[in-house]
């Protein structure tokens, strides 16, 4: 019985959202039915008569004022749209028609759904939640790709050869192979002697079977830039020879992707086709900005990274903005850094850790160097000291495991390829690359230290006794 009404239910939910789309057609018609009823009360032929009387009385002055007035509204509405883009780092009218009138035409919100704005491998592969608590604990134990993952061949493996341990664990480094098939095969591969030879590549456990396999798909086709994604990330013995090979790969995908743009509409086929070449591009050029990123060429990572976010505004998978973040805190560009926290630290969006800390940093950067936890304890806490406070607390409370690394409080390791949010191995990728930041700012780690035990009080770490931290373990190897 219940099966039934929630089938009824939704069909009556269709029917209304189908109604939407055409009733713009039904007002129309009803005003026509009405004026056409009402023409004789409303004298219509002699209001009309009046009217033209009217419009050819005017003279041109009136037009030049009426031009003049439009022009002043269009550039009110302009000077509004560019502020609150520099504010807010979004358009107005966009996020209205997004998140307000399209879902009244029967479409879905902008945010409705955190998995949009980053893929991850859920932790709990049982598949049976009944019920919102299963749900939110899958949410929970969800592990996501780690923005800033470090190159293997030019980075993991210098750790391999000087320690002759494994930096990642198998966990970690299956879950990676997962997203290079997700991410760079698809069904029409089939039949094409590269990309099968990758398909099999990504699976190999072995580095050296890998390289083997992209270079054997090299020689079938010396275009094949998901080879060359290998060979940059693998084979590569220094970060210059990975960018070389990303160039180059670049201009194959470019190609591939341009190619597959003006057929995606012909089929099913044609849209997975681009849908890959979209990905491989996007991959590419995230990995050149941090090639030049870590090149000490952070100006130019900069513009790649947010050449990425203008021209794939929906592709967010890889969380570009965390990696956009860092290096703008690496110019100590704090004004353009506050603008990307403004677009991305919404409360319908998935937090990280990023996030919540770089904006207790900000908050801390202003008081941080003049703040004495004896004076403050005498005279009480200033409204921007409290804010600072009150910002920290939020970070700890969503991760309460980075501020022991930010402290040195937890030694430092090489960062996994996935993180667990809200675990341990989220806090140490956090700290790998943003402990110098807080270094930077006078007092800002004096004013963590001061604060955050407190705020551990209320943090409930039931959470973190079960899955996430099985999973961290699986995710991190402690040297």
Not at 441 to 459: F, P
Request: hydrophobic share 40%; with cysteine; proline share 3%.
């Amino acid at each position: 019985m219940a099966g039934f009404l929630s089938r009824v239910c939704g069909q009556i939910k269709v029917w209304i959202q189908w109604s939407w789309t055409y009733l713009w057609a039904v007002w129309f018609m009803l005003v026509v039915f009405v004026i056409y009823i009402l023409r004789g009360p409303l004298k219509l032929s002699e209001n009309v008569s009046y009217a033209t009387m009217f419009l050819n009385t005017l003279t041109p002055k009136f037009y030049v004022a009426l031009t003049g007035t439009s022009s002043l509204i269009s550039g009110l509405i302009l000077i509004f749209e560019w502020w609150y883009f520099k504010k807010y780092g979004t358009s107005f009218i966009e996020q209205v028609s997004l998140n307000h009138i399209s879902p009244l035409l029967g479409g879905e919100p902008a945010n409705g759904n955190e998995n949009v704005n980053g893929t991850g491998t859920s932790g709990n592969s049982n598949g049976n939640s009944n019920g919102s608590n299963n749900s939110q604990g899958q949410q929970k134990c969800k592990v996501w790709r780690n923005p800033l993952n470090l190159f293997r061949g030019a980075e993991y493996l210098r750790f391999t050869w000087k320690a002759n341990k494994d930096p990642l664990t198998y966990y970690d480094m299956n879950l990676s192979a997962q997203d290079h098939q997700t991410f760079f095969t698809c069904d029409a591969d089939a039949g094409k002697p590269e990309y099968e030879i990758m398909q099999t590549a990504w699976r190999e456990r072995k580095p050296q079977a890998r390289i083997k396999a992209a270079n054997e798909a090299l020689e079938k086709n010396p275009e094949c830039s998901t080879a060359l994604i290998l060979l940059a990330e693998e084979d590569a013995s220094t970060i210059l020879d990975a960018e070389k090979l990303f160039k180059q790969a670049y201009k194959y995908a470019e190609v591939q992707y341009k190619k597959s743009q003006q057929i995606q509409h012909q089929g099913q086929t044609q849209e997975a086709i681009h849908r890959r070449d979209t990905n491989v591009m996007v991959y590419i050029k995230r990995r050149l900005a941090m090639c030049a990123r870590k090149l000490g060429r952070i100006r130019e990572a900069v513009k790649l990274m947010r050449e990425i976010m203008k021209e794939f505004p929906m592709l967010s998978m890889f969380n570009i903005h965390e990696n956009l973040i860092e290096a703008l805190l690496e110019l100590q560009a704090y004004a353009d850094v506050q603008v990307v926290l403004a677009k991305y630290d919404d409360i319908s969006l998935p937090k990280s850790a990023t996030i919540c800390y770089t904006a207790a940093l900000l908050k801390a950067r202003a008081v941080a160097d003049k703040f004495s936890p004896d004076i403050a304890s005498k005279r009480g806490l200033s409204t921007a000291e409290m804010s600072a406070v009150e910002a920290i607390h939020r970070a700890v409370e969503f991760n309460p495991h980075v501020p022991k690394y930010l402290l040195e409080m937890k030694s430092l390791v090489l960062p996994p390829e996935h993180i667990l949010k809200r675990g341990d191995s989220e806090a140490l990728a956090y700290a790998f690359f943003h402990l110098h930041h807080w270094k930077r700012i006078d007092g800002a780690l004096n004013l963590l230290h001061c604060t955050w035990e407190g705020s551990c009080v209320n943090v409930k770490m039931t959470v973190f006794k079960t899955c996430l931290q099985h999973l961290d373990e699986n995710l991190t190897i402690h040297h």
